[in-house]
């Protein structure tokens, strides 16, 4: 089973902090993605990383930046924690797009990191 | 760009019972759809995906559908049971001008299944 690991599950941190979330997965994925998920807008990606130290970003970057140095790991970084990035964090990871089978194309997610900011 | 809605919002069955849900989306061009659910405070856990060259894909009591001329896609659960209850998200796959690859989700259908 392909397992995305996000290594914390809840932070509080001051505004102003510069915080890092991690997330590892364990099947030799190549793409690899950050979204936040809030209350009434659902799901948003923030940026994405195609294969070691690529990066795309989303639709909401702003405030945020990636590292992907290894292709198991990719960390999303907040520069500086503002309360308006108080959040559910999720990692997820994919195979790659070169294939036509489903298995190649499955999309698997992290359980989520609770990031408050006060 | 890519638009996807899930009707309703939210949805309660007694238990037993055969349920669908509803995805709709707007660019046919779809590449693929897939669905996941959520549990409270928890990430989404894929259950089907279906290419765009598939009409269904079948697991278990799940039974997921794609009509991209209609840009509609649909979830049937059979004989509903009390862990069923969840949040169903749908997510259309595609790829941009670019040539980028993006999944689009809708906001989800919060299932309840009444014991």
């Known amino acids: 089973d392909v397992k995305v690991t996000q290594s914390s599950r809840y932070l509080v941190k001051r505004t102003g902090e510069k915080v890092f979330l991690e997330c590892v997965q364990d099947?030799?994925?190549?793409?690899m993605f950050w979204y936040r998920q809030d209350p009434g807008l659902g799901l948003r990606l923030i940026y994405f990383?195609?294969?070691?130290?690529?990066?795309e970003k989303g639709d909401i970057p702003e405030g945020y930046s990636v590292s992907r140095e290894k292709k198991e790991r990719f960390s999303l970084i907040l520069e500086s924690a503002s309360t308006n990035q108080t959040s559910m964090y999720l990692c997820?990871?994919?195979?790659?797009?070169?294939?036509?089978?489903?298995?190649?194309?499955?999309?698997?997610f992290g359980e989520g990191s609770w990031l408050t900011v006060v | 760009k890519q638009e996807v809605t899930q009707i309703p919002a939210a949805l309660s069955v007694p238990e037993g019972e055969n349920l669908v849900l509803n995805c709709s989306f707007t660019d046919s061009a779809i590449y693929n759809l897939q669905w996941f659910r959520q549990d409270p405070g928890k990430g989404l856990t894929s259950l089907l995906l279906i290419q765009s060259s598939q009409r269904e894909q079948t697991s278990g009591r799940l039974n997921a559908s794609l009509d991209k001329s209609s840009g509609r896609s649909t979830l049937y659960i059979a004989a509903s049971q009390p862990g069923d209850s969840a949040t169903y998200l749908c997510?259309?796959?595609?790829?941009?001008?670019?040539?980028?690859?993006?999944?689009?989700f809708g906001k989800g259908t919060k299932l309840s299944v009444i014991p």
């Open positions: 997510a259309g796959g595609g790829y941009s001008g670019a040539g980028s690859y993006q999944l689009t």
């Open positions: 997820a990871s994919r195979l790659n797009g070169r294939t036509f089978q489903n298995s190649g194309n499955t999309i698997y």
């Open positions: 990383s195609y294969d070691v130290k690529m990066k």
């Open positions: 099947m030799d994925h190549e793409n």
